[in-house]
T-cell receptor, first 112, second 113 residues
Framework: EDQVTQSPEALRLQEGESSSLNCSYT??????LFWYRQDPGKGPEFLFT???AGEEKEKERLKATLTKKESFLHITAPKPEDSATYLC?????????????FGQGTRLTINP | GAGVSQSPRYKVAKRGQDVALRCDPI?????LFWYQQALGQGPEFLTY????????KSGLPSDRFFAERPEGSVSTLKIQRTQQEDSAVYLC???????????FGNGTRLTVT
């Protein structure tokens, strides 16, 4: 069974203090790894898709990386508006299987 | 519309009542998904449509849950004889192409009392 585990569950940082969020996965045949941001009372908002080990993608203060067992979301010099829950999800298995399997999320708080 | 729209935003049901949750995906989006999100957890897959065809319903927790998308656009998730464990946020998502990234709605928060 495909599994996704995110750590830490919650993280508090000061504004400008860089850190990384971890997403470990156990799947049969990874087809894509997705990062989403979720604000309270809202649906998840797409950030990145990574397809193969070694791939990296960047957007503003965020950079996502992928290895064969895990993905990291690096946040550089965060601002209070970066506070949110960050969700990792995998798409795996046979071609045609479209569902995403999500981790439980990391709740990130950036204090001014 | 600008995004995925879900209604109602909040629903309170007494145990045993039937409920219907509506999803209006982004116009032209082929794929439509329903997810269930418990408090403090990540979304869990319920079911998937490609146009009007329901291709995967492996995540529906019981036969009390039923989803349809008869004309390949609007979808309805129906829960019969609601139970307290059905209390959660129900998220709908759509994508333009098969395998594309998902655009989520803001969900319907269902509370069963």
């Amino acid at each position: 069974e495909d599994q996704v585990t995110q750590s830490p569950e919650a993280l508090r940082l000061q504004e400008g203090e860089s850190s990384s969020l971890n997403c470990s996965y156990t799947v049969s045949g990874l087809r894509g790894l997705f990062w989403y941001r979720q604000d309270p009372g809202k649906g998840p908002e797409f950030l990145f898709t990574l397809y193969s080990a070694g791939e990296e993608k960047e957007k503003e203060r965020l950079k996502a990386t992928l290895t064969k067992k895990e993905s990291f979301l690096h946040i550089t010099a965060p601002k209070p508006e970066d506070s949110a829950t960050y969700l990792c999800a995998v798409q795996a298995g046979i071609q045609g299987a479209q569902k995403l399997v999500f981790g439980q999320g990391t709740r990130l708080t950036i204090n001014p | 519309g600008a995004g995925v729209s879900q209604s109602p935003r909040y629903k309170v049901a007494k145990r045993g009542q039937d409920v219907a949750l509506r999803c209006d995906p982004i116009s032209g989006h082929v794929s439509l998904f329903w997810y269930q999100q418990a408090l403090g957890q990540g979304p869990e897959f319920l079911t998937y449509f490609q146009n009007e065809a329901q291709l995967d319903k492996s995540g529906l927790p019981s036969d009390r849950f039923f989803a349809e998308r008869p004309e390949g656009s609007v979808s309805t998730l129906k829960i019969q004889r609601t139970q307290q464990e059905d209390s959660a946020v129900y998220l709908c998502a759509s994508s333009l192409i098969t395998g594309g990234f998902l655009h989520f709605g803001n969900g319907t928060r269902l509370t069963v009392t």
